[in-house]
């Protein structure tokens, strides 16, 4: 069986990857540094699967514990979750993301080209299509970003670009999320944010259990259905599966190639859909204002999701009302988080 590096793999996204990678029998090694995330979560993948993961507490930008890894393991792909990932924050402290999260990269993937380990899945993000495309996004479009996170993605992604175009016996698959909410269905993994949430999702929940007063709704003004802003919402799990399709289609492939698809449904939700889907999940009451804009936030945000289907016969199967149960299903098992 393969042996899948996960870098970042006991955060949000890598630790639901994690669960779908063991009960695929893929053998899983993870690197993390735990900025943002905990061990418990890894203890939990372990307590859904049944498997053990071999967890190593490095940053990826310690280029001696990669290549450690790299020489005591033979590993036959990478996913590539490790980066700071907020874009309100990532404006306060741009030169900290662009260190870990571009520096970081690069010494990944000198480390991986050292030890002749070239395929790699790529957490990139819908925020590359910027401003200036129409939704929904196909991957053909022109990549851009307004904030040092997302100018992260648009850089990394030009990195990949020309480390494939330099030396084509890489194999690289570049996954655009959309808005990834949700948990696992055992409700022992899930999104464990830091102080006040940023995203949706994550906010309304803590709304719902009684953490936080009411949600504030940036914009009641956006040409979109309700006045709201309009999301493509996608569940975690899903998401975790596109990555297992990305791997199984490097591996068969008989030519190498760099491909970018985006993971999303295809479909757009506005914040006061998903403030009534939460609603009736939880049985609870969500009180909310409706607030001025957040600054940067699109209008509207969803991808054409064909792509990733035709290539990788992958499509999102879970519904905005599975997103909310289980989020809620999270929530109310983990009032705390991991802690
Ligand atoms: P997360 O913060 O939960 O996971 C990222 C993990 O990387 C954390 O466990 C953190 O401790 C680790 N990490 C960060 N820097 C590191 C370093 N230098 N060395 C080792 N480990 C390090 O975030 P997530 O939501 O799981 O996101 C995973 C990836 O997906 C990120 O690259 C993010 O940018 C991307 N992404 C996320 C979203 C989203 O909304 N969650 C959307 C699009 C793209
Ligand atoms: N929103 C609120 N109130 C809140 C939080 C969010 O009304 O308290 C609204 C936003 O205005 C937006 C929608 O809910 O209309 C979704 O907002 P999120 O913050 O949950 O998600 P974003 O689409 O803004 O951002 C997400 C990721 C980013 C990524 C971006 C584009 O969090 O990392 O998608 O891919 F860059």
Redesign the pocket.
């Known amino acids: 069986m393969q042996t899948i590096l996960v ?10 990857t994690c669960v779908e990678l063991l009960e695929k029998n893929y053998e899983v090694i993870v ?8 061990k418990e ?1 890894l203890n939990r993948v372990k307590k859904i699967t049944g498997k053990s993961i071999t967890f190593y507490e ?5 280029k001696d514990a990669l290549d450690k890894i790299f020489n005591d393991h033979k590993i036959d792909a990478v996913i ?6 907020a874009v309100g924050e990532s404006t306060q402290i741009p030169l900290t993301y662009y260190h ?2 571009l520096t ?1 990269t690069l010494i990944l993937l000198q480390a991986m080209q050292q030890a002749s380990v070239f395929n790699l899945v ?6 590359v299509y910027g401003e200036v495309n129409q939704a929904p996004y196909t991957e053909d479009m022109p990549l851009s970003a307004t904030n040092p ?1 997302g100018l ?2 648009v850089m990394i992604e030009q990195f990949l670009q020309d480390t494939y175009e330099s030396h084509n016996y890489w194999n690289i698959s570049i ?7 949700g948990a696992h269905k055992s409700g022992l993994i899930g ?2 944010p830091n102080g006040i949430p940023n ?1 949706l999702m994550p906010y309304v929940s803590q709304v719902a259990v009684g953490k936080l007063k009411q949600l504030k709704v940036f914009g009641g003004d956006y040409p979109t259905i309700d006045g709201t802003g309009v999301r493509d919402y996608i569940h ?1 799990t899903d998401l975790a599966l596109g990555h297992i399709k990305a791997l199984e289609k490097i591996a068969s492939q008989t030519q190498t190639s760099i491909e970018a698809y985006n993971l999303g449904t295809g479909n757009g939700s506005s914040v006061l859909e998903v403030v009534n889907a939460f609603k009736e999940a939880s049985s609870k009451d969500i009180p909310y204002d409706i607030v001025d804009r957040r600054p940067g936030d699109l209008a509207i945000a969803y991808a054409n999701a064909g792509k990733a289907k035709a290539q990788l016969g992958w499509e999102a199967n879970q519904t905005l009302k599975d997103m909310c149960q289980d989020t809620w299903n999270w929530q109310t098992n983990n009032p705390n988080g991991y802690r």
């Open positions: 870098t970042g793999g006991a955060g949000y996204i890598g630790s639901h690197i993390d540094n735990l900025i943002n995330s905990s979560s490095k940053d990826i930008l310690d590539h979750f490790a980066g700071l990932k870990n999260n970081g790529f957490s990139s993000s819908a925020t996170y992260t993605k996954l655009r999320y959309f808005n990834p909410v999104e464990d995203n975690v």
